[in-house]
T-cell receptor, first 117, second 111 residues
């Protein structure tokens, strides 16, 4: 019973195309995230949503637009794909409880490997 | 500014040898630090957290505030420990809660 799932697992597309990656969590968590892992395995947060509301938006090109239809889903839409967008994108979720959030781990999805040619 | 530094990109040890993966942080408050692990073809998962004072799969990590470090240690490395390890610092700012990850260290345990 998968906790955090992402689709698709692999995505190969050409420059200039628009694509979406979907994420769903069945843990009942309030907060969801998108991370980008580059070819050097560096992991960087892109967005964070809490109860469908955008909380964190790092310095990400506005070609990237997250959408959260409900607190169990956080999708990532990318317009006008560029070669530099090639990476593994991870979705994650966590539960924030008052000021105790620091105790709560993040649960990661399996990742979506995006290759832009 | 908050920062997590893992100085080693790759660490290679022999099976049975002690291993230490280094992590240094920069944080203005009292930090809570985590170690995450990513085994080959698996998702990133929590290994251990400072606040729990736990030992998981033989790994321990001690927070040293004087040296601003949270090194991950295991006395006898096993081949199945080969993985990518990330030190992580959760914190809040005006933008909300987020976790800063170090650049990661790939541990390779040789037979």
């Amino acid at each position: 019973d998968t906790a955090v799932s992402q689709t698709p697992k692999y995505l190969v597309t050409q420059m200039g195309n628009d694509k979406s990656i979907k994420c769903e969590q069945n843990l009942g968590h309030d907060t969801m995230y998108w991370y980008k892992q580059d070819s050097k395995k560096f992991l960087k947060i892109m967005f964070s949503y809490n109860n469908k509301e955008l909380i964190i938006n790092e310095t990400v090109p506005n070609r990237f637009s997250p959408k959260s239809p409900d607190k169990a889903h956080l999708n990532l839409h990318i317009n006008s794909l560029e070669l530099g967008d090639s990476a593994v994108y991870f979705c994650a979720s966590s539960q924030e409880v008052g000021t105790s959030f620091l105790l709560y781990e993040q649960y990661f999805g399996p990742g979506t490997r995006l290759t832009v040619t | 500014a908050q920062r997590v530094t893992q100085p080693e990109k790759l660490l290679s040890v022999f099976k049975g040898a002690p291993v230490e993966l280094k992590c240094n942080y920069s944080y203005s408050g009292s930090p809570e630090l985590f170690w995450y692990v990513q085994y080959s073809r698996q998702r990133l998962q929590l290994l251990l957290r400072h606040i729990s004072r736990e030992s998981i799969k033989g790994f321990t990590a001690d927070l040293n505030k004087g040296e601003t470090s949270f090194h991950l240690k295991k006395p006898f490395a096993q081949e199945e420990d080969s993985a990518m390890y990330y030190c992580a610092l959760p914190h809040t700012n005006t933008g909300g809660f987020k976790t800063i990850f170090g650049a990661g260290t790939r541990l390779f345990v040789k037979a």
